[in-house]
């Protein structure tokens, strides 16, 4: 990949993600604040849902048309522009439904832009390759935490600072993701009424047409990146609202330490992208669910040190979510690169958007509920409990997919 695609692409990983996360964070103290933790659970659930269904159909339809770059820029350009009524009005739920609306078009980014950077890495580097662009959306992630730190602190949430921070960052990246070069195949020409047809018979395909989803047993990824995410979303949609009113630290503190999270990643995604495409794909997914767990276990115990010890549990819980993340992301990308079949990455991909948005619809609405009846470390606690089954999932189901070429030193499994 050269310097110019990859400077592009970062460039718009990077804006995409920190537009996304600053409005995310911001909008949960707020929604919190103003509601109640059920609240700002419904407000990522809205959002998850969003996700949950529109990252197959943009991903199919990307892959259908061939049209990927006009994929990414409408859906940055439309991001833009749905956050805008939330200068004149605002409200809990008028901020529940643009952080909805704004979900079906963030959903376009992802799983398109994941095909391209799979295929520039190839087979022998697609692992280098996604950690490369998780990089850049690790950076994004972290800048937006920090901004949404600073702006808590200074204006209203909902206001007028977060709504056209949100929207330039959106415009930022659908101008970058004009020029990015895109090496996939590109379909023939079709109807609309062709891609229609196609989209839905990729969305709801016929049983003799998912034998793919149990090549090195796919669909337990999926099952089990569905169980953590219920638990990680969960606990990250009450993150916010958890550090400023029982942690007690400041609104830049807290943005500082959502910050370590994805600050980590930047290094964590680069360097487990190596890690994939020597040693496989299974372990860094085992690895990474098991940190998973042990994260909501550390988060639930966050408020019992007191003074600096508490900001030091919270900084090492966000260390330890972050080199989780990273080792569970980077596999689980680069063992769907493997498997996929020839033109349908993009679907896969999204699938993955999917099962992640069936976590977000479902964690963060039960962890909301039993924090609002039991308190945030009880609720933090059970939740955990979901991940661990999702690293029993894992390591039964899946069987390693690293191609023999993109190493001289073979796979464990």
Sequence with gaps: ???????????????????????????????????????????AACYYAGLMVFSP?????????????????????????????????????AAIGVRALFAVFFAGYAPVVLAIVSHHGGATGRGRSVGLYNSARSGGFASGQVGAGVLVGLVAPAGTAVVLAVAGL????????????????????????????????????????????????????YVALAAR????????????PYLLRNVEVSGAMMGSLLAVNHGSQVAFMFLLGVVADRLGRKPLIVGGMAGSAAFAVVAAVMTYPDGVGRILVAGGAFLLLGFSFSAMTTGAVAFIGDVAPTGRESELLGLRGTAKGLGGVFGPPLVGLAATAYGYETAFAAASV?????????????????????????ADD
Excluded: K
Excluded at 386 to 410: D, H, I, K, Y
């Design 1 to 43: 990949m050269s310097r110019r695609i990859w400077g592009l692409i970062g460039l718009s990983a990077f804006t995409r993600f920190a537009g996304g996360i600053l409005m995310g964070t911001a909008f949960a103290v707020y929604v919190e604040s103003a509601g109640s933790p059920l609240l700002a659970g419904v407000l």
């Design 57 to 93: 159909v943009w991903g199919a339809l990307a892959d259908v048309t061939g049209r990927r770059r006009a994929v990414m820029v409408l859906t940055a350009l439309l991001s833009a522009v749905v956050v805008l009524p939330l200068l004149v009005v605002q409200s809990v739920w």
């Design 170 to 221: 959106s415009a930022l990246c659908a101008l970058a993701a004009a020029f990015i070069e895109d090496p996939t195949p590109t379909s023939p020409s079709t109807s609309w009424s062709e891609v229609l047809t196609e989209i839905r018979s990729r969305l709801f395909p016929a049983p003799d047409e998912r034998g793919h989803l149990d090549t090195n047993g796919l669909r337990w990824l």
């Design 229 to 240: 995410n219920l638990c990680v979303l969960g606990v990250m949609a009450l993150m916010g």
């Design 386 to 410: 979901v991940a661990c089954f999702a690293v029993l999932v894992v390591t039964v189901g899946l069987v390693e997919s690293r191609p023999a070429a993109a190493s001289g030193v073979p």
